[in-house]
């Protein structure tokens, strides 16, 4: 019998007390005492809600519609959402504490809702077909049944158990969810947003993806992306706001896996919280095995390659940033990550090609923008470093002006081999303020022969202490700190100073190589 073919449901409004008990799956449900109970454990509900599962129950597997809940379990008075939202809450609470989740309330996109029995595959293969309880086929009017899966039901997915007037929808596997146009359309928002990667994409992401979430609270895709959104949106929040993020993340991916086992912003989110700054190695230990899980995910491999370019390990990192970009071409950090790891391991050639095509397809993005600069000056090209920042038809529209300015500056310095100190002021006042500017000047000072200067702007950004008369508190657990100023071509030239090597023992990179049974590239060269 097809689903159509069950007649609608009567009785959810009639007196609980008249109400026989029945089974659901691994659960005893039973309306009088309004109990549901499995193995030793059972929960009371409210009368309406069990009067709510009695009417799912007697549906057989039927979709009811919110209307038909007014009607059958409100006795027709008009009530509002909240009221059934927090009702079918109640009873997925229910469900998933009693039956682990065998047993659910699935939600079919502006129809309604209907009771389902995930069954699964191993138990629907050894089990025989359903029959009744011991006296429920004498009467009719019996909802009691106990439901087993043949082999071939088992095989078939959705499966409605007829025989009897309590049926329901047996399911060997989640069936997709289908979301709702309109918060569809936000997560897709949300994912450009995302996948932008500046302050206030991000933030732009978290906002989207919120109004998704709240528009169809099933749409796991739209809770993964706002888990993952959560984790990179730590840019400019004061530190209390930060610590209450890895609650937003957990809450956020929990529910996304509640879901969707599978939801792969989820994993990720919970795997590798950012920052990971001074956590290398556990990151990597978290990342790895989903980036193999998850091959075809952008995400993963673009991670995986921002974290080896962190620790020096920089043709690594190039192959796991080449196959983000081969796997979504349209992620600008992919691309200015990759550069920087082509910079780093002394492909300059191509590291012209990659951002000159970065830039033709966002000539808008502040950090491929701070990426060119930055790595010409890291190249030397000093000269052509200054003409890129002086020009406007290259800059972004909403590039600030003290950015470009400052970039001007100190590429006109280090061309003229003048200027240490203005370079020392532009570190005080950018290099500890102004979150996600990646321009900032720390180690070129070490280029014009402020060796210890320098020293003490890298000791004081990632430990905190005193730089240029001025103390600098140490980062907190949620602020980021990338390595790219501490490999730095000027830097690297002096990496047989003492503080050099204590700076590296001290962050723990030293420690990440031996437990890695890494080395970085630089010393490898």
Request: aromatic residues 10%.
């Amino acid at each position: 019998m097809e689903a159509a073919d069950f007649p609608s449901p009567r009785r959810a409004a009639q007196d609980l007390t008249r109400v026989e008990g029945f089974a659901l799956g691994p659960l005893m449900v039973d309306p009088p005492s309004r109990r549901v109970s499995a193995g030793g454990r059972s929960e009371m509900l409210e009368p309406r809600v069990m009067r709510v599962l009695v009417a799912f129950g007697e549906a057989r597997g039927k979709v009811l519609s919110r209307d038909d809940l007014i009607t059958l379990c409100w006795d027709g008075v008009v009530v509002g959402n909240n009221a059934i939202n927090q009702t079918i809450s109640r009873l997925r609470h229910v469900f998933d504490d009693l039956s682990g989740g065998a047993v659910q309330l699935e939600t079919i996109t502006k129809v309604g809702f209907r009771l389902v029995y995930r069954q699964s595959a191993a138990e629907a293969v050894s089990s025989p077909a359903p029959e009744p309880v011991a006296n429920s086929s004498a009467n009719a009017e019996s909802p009691f049944w106990t439901r087993k899966m043949t082999r071939r039901a088992a095989a078939g997915g959705i499966v409605l158990l007829g025989g009897g007037p309590l049926a329901y929808a047996v399911l060997d596997s989640p069936a997709r969810h289908v979301p709702d146009p309109r918060a569809r359309d936000l997560y897709q928002r949300g994912q450009v947003q995302l996948k932008a990667w500046e302050l206030g994409s991000i933030r732009q992401a978290i906002a989207f993806n919120k109004q998704a979430v709240a528009l169809d609270p099933e749409y796991a895709d739209a809770w993964g992306a706002l888990a993952i959104s959560y984790v990179h949106g730590l840019d400019g929040l004061t530190a209390e706001a930060k610590a209450a993020y890895p609650r937003l993340v957990r809450s956020a991916a929990e529910q996304a896996l509640a879901l969707d086992p599978d939801q792969a912003e989820a994993h990720f989110a919970l795997a590798i919280p950012d920052p990971h700054y001074r956590r290398w190695f556990a990151h990597e230990q978290g990342l790895r095995p989903l980036v193999r899980r998850f091959s075809n995910y952008w995400y993963g491999h673009t991670q995986l390659g921002i974290l080896l370019l962190d620790v020096a390990r920089y043709e690594e990192a190039i192959v796991s940033l080449r196959r983000a970009r081969e796997i979504d071409p349209m992620v600008p950090i992919t691309w200015g990550r990759l550069a920087q790891a082509l910079q780093a391991a002394g492909r300059d050639q191509e590291v012209d090609l990659v951002l000159d095509e970065a830039l033709a397809r966002w000539p808008e993005h502040v950090h491929l923008w701070v990426a060119r600069c930055s790595l010409l000056i890291e190249g030397r090209r000093f000269t052509e470093g200054a003409a890129f920042c002086r020009d406007p038809t290259r800059r972004p529209m909403k590039l600030p002006e003290e950015v470009w300015r400052s970039n001007e500056g100190l590429a006109t310095a280090l061309a003229t081999g003048e200027g240490a100190e203005m370079v020392a002021k532009l570190a005080r006042s950018a290099l500890f303020a102004k979150p996600g500017y990646y321009g900032l000047p720390i180690s070129w000072l070490a280029a014009l022969g402020a060796v210890e200067q320098a020293f003490d702007a890298l000791e004081a950004y990632y430990f905190g202490g005193m730089f240029a008369g001025t103390h600098y508190p140490p980062p907190g657990p949620f602020d980021k700190r990338p390595n790219f100023h501490l490999f730095s071509t000027y830097i690297l030239e002096h990496r047989e100073h003492s503080r050099f090597k204590a700076l590296l023992e001290r962050s723990g990179l030293e420690d990440y190589w031996r437990r890695s049974r890494t080395q970085p590239d630089f010393r490898r060269a």
